[in-house]
């Protein structure tokens, strides 16, 4: 395994090549991504992101007004710089992919834009995937971190996730239902705080999996489109309830934005006056252990 930093990469890099940037734009407006994302986004000379991600990213100018991008997706930056900018669907993921190869071959760099974190269930390993089954080992690939919705969820409700915590996606496309079953069952088991993804499917059943090894009164957050305000589809909202009374609250599960933090045996309830919020202290420390 190499040890190389990557600036020596950067270095041995040829010069006709440009680089493609998997960038995670965290929940989607500008004031929670990263400046580096931000940055990437606006030096690119092509862009890859769905009609959602467009227009938070049109919210501060990362990306130019919709009325100033032609036919073909062109625009004139403010200072001169042209972009292309490409809209991308879920059916058109392998595609994509190819065209951004293409593009970096070409000498430009490519922006292709993820929410969250494009590593938390995200598109970085479609993009190495891709790589690999085109032999594409010539085109440099970075991959640009931002906040997923663990942590914008997280944040939303308080501090839930300051002990051990982990991420499970509920979507069943790819794996069996039998084996996300045992991830879950064993994550309540190990008492970790567990973030549920994808809960559009099948969180019922999740939840009456869980409370076969955790108590009816653990606390439970439902997180809307944490960190889009009401730029998001289903606007940004969150309940703070208990795993019995979760999928009671069926009109809060609105979709591929919803998540749940499901708290451990240590996560409580802190009240100021001002809200509700979930806390799990780290390994149960008391102020006088810090």
């Known amino acids: 395994m190499s040890s190389e930093p990557a600036s020596a990469t950067a270095a041995e890099r040829p010069d006709d090549l440009g680089t493609l940037s998997v960038v995670g734009i965290g929940p989607g407006l500008p004031a929670d991504m990263t400046k580096r994302a931000k940055d990437v986004i606006e030096t690119a000379d092509c862009v890859i992101a769905s009609d959602l991600y467009q227009a938070f990213l049109r919210e501060d100018g990362t990306l130019p007004p919709a ?16 972009q292309e900018i490409i809209r991308s669907t879920m059916g058109r993921q392998i595609e994509l992919a190819k065209v951004a190869f293409e593009r970096v071959r070409a000498g430009d760099d490519v922006a292709h834009v993820s929410g969250g974190d494009p590593s938390v269930y995200g598109k970085s390993d479609l993009i190495f995937k891709m790589a690999e089954e085109e032999d594409a080992t010539d085109i440099p690939i970075e991959i640009v971190p ?86 998001g589809r289903n606007g940004e909202s969150h309940v703070i309830t208990t795993l019995g009374e979760a999928t009671a609250h069926d009109d809060k599960v609105s979709g591929m934005g919803t998540s749940l933090i499901i708290g451990n045996h240590e996560t409580e309830t802190w009240d100021n006056d001002y809200r509700t919020f979930l806390v799990t202290p780290r390994g149960g420390r008391d102020v006088e252990d810090f």
């Open 67 to 82: 009325e100033q991008v032609d036919d073909e997706g062109r625009v004139t930056r403010e200072n001169g710089h042209e």
């Open 146 to 231: 931002g906040v997923t919705a663990a942590l914008g969820g997280g944040a939303m409700v308080g501090a839930p996730l300051c002990n051990d915590f982990c991420t499970i996606s509920l979507s069943d496309k790819w794996r069996g239902w039998e084996e996300i079953e045992e991830k879950l069952r064993a994550a309540a088991i190990s008492d970790f705080v567990i973030v549920l993804y994808n809960c559009w499917r099948n969180y019922e059943k999740a939840v009456d999996i869980v409370r076969e090894e955790r108590t009816d009164d653990a606390l439970v957050a439902i997180v809307n489109d944490a960190g889009r305000d009401d730029a």
